[in-house]
């Protein structure tokens, strides 16, 4: 049985074809761009070596399928990816999820909040998410299934209104509280779809992604569940992790106007926490792959990528 699991979540970053205009303010990748980017990723991707990876920002999954061939660890890897509608006028982000495991099915979307949860009154697609969350179940090991979903919540861009601009203090003000309130709402989705899925299922249970939030606003304390019954809560792997040392801990994985700051998150289930009954595993350590935030360079991410190593428990477990 393999011991040591490994779980990462890569923000690629506008993962998209040369030539293909994305948001109005970016000029498309030119040729160059886009080899230089690819070959960033795919090694990037080897230097995390992790089992499983969960993607945000893929505006097209051929792209990544491209990177996968030029990586060295995951060219037969399972790739599971959804592009948007083909007959959209523009390309839209989605995620994507990459396995080294053997899939217990086949991975499926997500795209609608459950029938409790909607947004409120006026709000434009008020049952779905902005991006849809990613479903599968990985075989970790004989008879361990570990249901992995991967998500990218809504960012704090402003969402503005017709002509609104940020000229306006006070629509800016009103944008930003439009972007809180679908991110919050998508959140409480993700939390129903969580705790659903704990009863449905009952296997473990692992969410990779970029919450647009750090751990400990609101939004994600949400999808942590505080106060729900231990078995329906997560937990952040960062602060379960065994091999945690609060004066060394300096991971992170945006810099923005010199702030440093981490909204890529890893959550494990209470199978992985060794401080509650009935765990089969522990978080060893959470590592932050962040340099090349520093170094600026064009072609990388303008996320860290975070890597979550987690050892299943042998017949030991005090091993």
């Known amino acids: ?170 629509l800016y003000a009103l944008a930003c509280l439009r972007s809180l309130v679908r991110r919050g709402t998508e959140a409480t989705a993700l939390r129903v779809l969580l705790t659903d899925m704990a009863h449905a299922n009952r296997r473990p249970r692992i969410v990779l992604g970029d919450f647009n939030d750090v751990a400990d606003s609101v939004t994600t304390e949400i999808v942590l569940g505080e106060g729900t019954p231990v078995g329906e809560r997560m937990f952040d792997a960062s602060q379960v992790q065994r091999r945690l040392d609060h004066q060394r801990h300096v991971g992170f994985s945006i810099l923005h106007d010199t702030r440093h700051s981490t909204i890529d998150h890893i959550l494990v289930s209470p199978e992985f926490n060794p401080a509650l009954p009935h765990a089969i595993g522990e978080v060893v350590d959470v590592v932050y792959l962040n340099d090349h935030l520093n170094l600026g360079l064009p072609e990388a991410s303008d996320h860290g990528q975070v890597l979550a190593r987690i050892r299943l428990f042998g017949h030991d477990r005090n091993a």
């Open 1 to 170: 049985m393999q011991e040591e699991l490994r779980f990462a979540t890569f923000n690629a970053f506008n993962l998209a074809p040369p030539g293909a205009r994305l948001y109005d303010n970016l000029a498309p990748f030119t040729a160059e761009e886009y080899e230089a980017k690819l070959d960033w990723t795919a090694h990037q991707l080897d230097l995390i070596n992790a089992d499983v990876i969960g993607f945000q920002e893929i505006f097209s999954q051929s792209v990544l399928k491209e990177v996968l061939r030029r990586s060295r660890r995951y060219r037969d890897a399972h790739h599971i990816g959804f592009d948007p509608d083909p007959n959209a006028s523009r390309l839209t982000p989605s995620v994507a999820l990459v396995s080294r495991l053997p899939l217990a099915e086949p991975g499926s979307q997500l795209p609608m909040f459950p029938d409790n949860v909607t947004m409120p009154p006026g709000s434009r697609d008020p049952d779905r998410f902005t991006r849809a969350p990613l479903h599968a179940g990985v075989i970790a090991a004989p008879g361990v299934v570990i249901d992995v979903i991967v998500v990218h919540l809504k960012s704090r861009r402003p969402d503005y209104r017709s002509s609104d601009s940020g000229a306006d203090p006070h």
